[in-house]
């Protein structure tokens, strides 16, 4: 099992930033790749970025690309997600997940076997 506790949603004016993080304990040397997901109300969950707990290789959404990056430690087992220029169409709730049996991420959310909770971010206009 792998435990993941995202932090760091909240509320921002559009054009801010806010930075999650997303702290893994447990099986955590069973991980290939951690990721980020969002969830907007009435819709799929998303793929926003992901990297591999390994090589470091990283991996966004075209949403994502030149706005968010995404790191990690693996020191802490925490992975990060900061996100810049937002915009109101970033609202939603963002998921930390990690991948422990596909050892190549498609970014789609059935690659992924453990999920946080989920932290809120809503982007005012």
């Known amino acids: 099992q792998v435990q993941l506790v995202e932090s760091g949603g909240g509320l921002v004016q559009a054009g801010g930033s806010l930075s999650l993080s997303c702290a893994a304990s447990?099986?955590?040397?069973?991980?290939?790749?951690m990721g980020w997901f969002r969830q907007a109300p009435g819709k799929e969950r998303d793929f926003v970025a992901d990297?591999?707990?390994?090589?470091?290789?990283?991996n966004y959404a075209d949403s994502a690309k030149g706005r968010f990056t995404i790191s990690r430690d693996n020191a802490k087992d925490t992975v990060y997600l900061q996100m810049n220029s937002l915009k109101p169409e970033d609202t939603a709730v963002y998921y930390c997940a990690a991948a422990t049996t596909v050892t190549y991420s498609r970014h789609i959310p059935s690659d992924f076997d453990y999920w946080g909770k989920g932290t809120l971010v809503t982007v005012s206009s």
């Open positions: 447990g099986r955590t040397w069973a991980m290939y790749t």
């Open positions: 990297i591999s707990w390994f090589t470091g290789n990283t």
